[in-house]
């Protein structure tokens, strides 16, 4: 972890074999050029990959990356309403979390607030991450906060988000290669099904400080592969098989399901 009095605090991974040697050079970012809310992942080269275990996982491979920043949390349905409410109300209830044809969330004199009570009964919070909608509403909502907010947000491609999930050495979960439920969102630690608030699991932390890798939802990639994109990541009812972050999925990008969520990126600028 790099602390420069006039730039972003950086942290940094390097893998090193017993008894080895490496060099690590550390490009900094200019100060601003984090979002905040977010991590910055210096450009190298990572391991990817690998994971002969995980779902649909793509063999062992390095990849070189320039920097980028991604978002320490998911996108949250207080933020997701947001955008909702700034759309016409016939887009906004096309865009709305939903399960198959059937709304999740409705208005209220025309605004989408949280908390609410969904159609189980269950209370959902607004920092609960957003789920049940598609590529597709998590593209859409990118370029309304690009517009709004002035910045270049994107969604992190399929590598990105592993490298920064990972630390981009090869190793199984956030912590390690290890599981132990108790350490994320899972089919196993929750006392009922279901999500919860963003960061209620602080050990599920990649090295790069991105939370709710291994759990919580599932998420959207702007990578797409035989027209279909790559979702990444576990979700609260996914057993420990489905919590490695080797794990892949490829759907049409409408495809919207109950465990569907995504978080922003944006690109580093460096000199």
């Known amino acids: 972890e790099l602390s420069p009095p006039d ?50 996982a793509e063999p062992r491979r390095e990849v070189e990356l320039g920097g980028f920043a991604i978002a320490r949390h998911l996108v949250t349905m207080a933020e997701y309403g947001t955008f909702l409410g700034a759309l016409p109300p016939e887009e906004a209830a096309r865009r709305a979390p939903r399960i198959g044809n059937t709304p999740y969330w409705r208005p209220v004199d025309g605004a989408y607030r949280a908390p609410f009570i969904d159609p189980d009964g269950d209370e959902i919070g607004p920092d609960w991450p957003v789920c049940m909608v598609s590529a597709a509403d998590a593209d859409v909502y990118v370029a309304w906060l690009r517009e709004t ?46 999500p919860c608030p963003v960061g209620s699991y602080p050990r599920d932390r990649s090295p790069f400080g991105v939370m709710d890798v291994a759990g919580l939802v599932r998420e959207h990639t702007s990578t797409e592969v035989d027209g279909n994109r790559v979702i990444r990541a576990g979700a609260w009812p996914a057993p420990p098989v489905q919590c490695r972050l080797g794990r892949r999925t490829l759907l ?3 495809e919207a399901y109950v465990t569907f969520g995504f978080r922003l990126a944006h690109d580093v600028t460096v000199v």
């Open 149 to 194: 907010r002035g910045r270049p947000f994107r969604l992190p491609t399929s590598d990105e988000w592993e490298v920064a999930a990972s630390g981009g050495d090869g190793r199984i979960f956030p912590w390690g290669n290890g599981f132990d439920p108790s350490l994320c969102r899972n089919l196993a630690s929750a006392p009922r099904p279901g």
């Open 7 to 56: 730039r972003p605090p950086v942290r940094a991974t390097v893998a090193v074999a017993a008894g080895g040697e490496r060099r690590l050079r550390v490009t900094l970012p200019e100060a601003g050029a984090i979002e905040e809310g977010f991590v910055y992942v210096p450009p190298g080269v990572y391991r990817v990959g690998g994971d002969r275990v995980a779902p649909d």
């Open 252 to 254: 049409p990008a409408d």
